[in-house]
């Protein structure tokens, strides 16, 4: 089993940054791909950024591209998700995810899952 725990989430104003980052509980924290996920009341799953057991490995979403960053430090057992100019659609639940996969963005190949942090971006 892998825990994961999210923390950085808040009210931000449109425009500004974010740092997500997420601490994982696990002793072999570099064999998972970690993936950030957005979740919007009323609406699916999205999938935001995805990094590889390999840190030269990356994948992003349509919507955050150009606008967000993933990276991990293994030795801290730490994934995290830098975003910058904020808008008010980015705000929703951030989740952070483990997955035995090389690197995906299916939800669905994800095994492991925190409890997720609010972001709310105001206008």
């Known amino acids: 089993q892998v825990q994961l725990v999210e923390s950085g989430g808040g009210l931000v104003q449109a425009g500004g940054s974010l740092r997500l980052s997420c601490v994982a509980s696990?002793?072999?924290?570099?064999?998972?791909?970690l993936g950030w996920f957005r979740q919007v009341p009323g609406k699916e799953r999205e999938f935001l950024a995805a990094?590889?057991?390999?840190?030269?490995?990356?994948l992003y979403g349509d919507s955050v591209q150009g606008r967000c960053t993933i990276s991990r430090d293994n030795a801290k057992n730490t994934v995290y998700l830098e975003m910058n100019n904020l808008k008010p659609e980015d705000t929703g639940i951030y989740y952070c995810?483990?997955?035995?996969?090389?690197?995906?963005?299916?939800?669905?190949?994800?095994?492991?899952w925190g409890q997720g942090s609010q972001v709310t971006v105001s206008a």
């Open positions: 995810a483990a997955s035995h996969f090389f690197i995906s963005q299916s939800q669905g190949e994800y095994d492991y």
């Open positions: 696990t002793r072999t924290f570099e064999i998972y791909t």
């Open positions: 990094i590889g057991p390999s840190t030269s490995v990356t």
